[in-house]
């Protein structure tokens, strides 16, 4: 049988992940070598697929044991590779399909043992990163986040993003959790997009404490002219996790809305599709959207207060949005689960005809 790489925890699984060391330590338990599966062996390699032009200076495929095992299994798809197509990236590509992170990060190991003191393909990186956001493993995406800093590779806001992604569908809440209070601490920062990621998995996972603190340091930094400014986005976030909290906030979820501007018609600020706004030009002032309702909605939906969300819809009217599908089907969800469903059949009606006009519209 080929080698594969054992269960065993390596004790410096995310040393490196960021600037603050301590900080990282916390991930160490969470990134923990998987066990691949045992394959069958392979006898003879002579028909598997040929070294290409681009691996002609990596050894024949019999000598690289995790890929040709690979190979053998899957030869429908590995008969020949294309004349330019490397031939780790490819296996990589079959491990996303096939949503394969142990097999993604056995591969990984043996392309860097191959290549010694040759830095790899940063494509070989994200390629195992996005293995890991396939298939929801949070403990393999640490794992090769840390190789990439043990191999003075650069972690991009791309990976960082990954890498949350795979944490947050891994359920991995407390290392999502230390990787946002680090980036809020941090002196450099990530972009916007990679606290909009962290804000979404949080809000996925109720955490609306961790939100806030996102938005504060945001906040300072807007303040001192440096780093990612709150947005729209992030404030739908916020509200989200009141929604989504294992005890509902809506209190909370309406008095952040309340921080919000009413949305600005002059400027066509309307969205119907659920977009967040940028801060607005001249004093950073952020506006509300459709989804900045809907999101309080659902959180006074889910405690039961159906004459909140009936008044939310109302307001959506009253500033002129544009109502969503969302939107309808949480006002609808929050009638039929009322105690008083017999009494207020009537505004489902009303929300069924309104929507049959709009959408004939």
Known sequence: AMPYKSAASDE?????????????????????RPSTPELEPVVDLTNCVPTSPRSS??????????LAKFVATNP?????YLEDEDPYLAALGECTRRAWSAMA???LDEARELAKDIALPLAYYGAA????????????????????????VR??????????????????????????????????????DVFDTLALSLAKMGDYATIEHIISRQQTGRHHGAGPTPTTRVYNHLIAACANAAKPRPDLAREVLAR???PDHSKERVQSTGIGLADDLAG??????????????RACANAGRTDDVLGLMGDIRRLGLIPNAITYATALHAIAMSERVESEWIHALELLKEMDERSAA
């Open 76 to 80: 429908s798809k590995y008969e020949a």
């Open 57 to 66: 200076t990596l050894p024949p495929l019999r000598e690289r044991p995790v």
């Open 284 to 297: 950073h002032n952020l506006r509300a959207d459709v989804m900045s309702y809907t999101n309080a909605m």
């Open 129 to 152: 990163l996005r293995v890991c956001t396939v298939e929801g493993n949070g403990r393999v995406a640490l794992e090769v986040v840390r190789l990439m800093r043990e191999d003075s």
């Open 12 to 32: 410096n699984a995310v040393r490196g992940i960021g600037d603050d060391a301590t900080m990282a330590e916390s991930l160490v338990a969470a990134a923990e």
């Open 260 to 262: 919000l501007e009413p």
């Open 155 to 192: 972690v991009t806001d791309s990976h960082y993003i990954e890498l949350v992604k795979a944490l947050c569908k891994h359920g991995m809440l407390d290392e999502i959790k230390d990787l946002a209070y680090m980036f809020c601490s941090s002196s450099h920062p990530p972009s916007d």
């Open 105 to 107: 990060l056995n591969l």
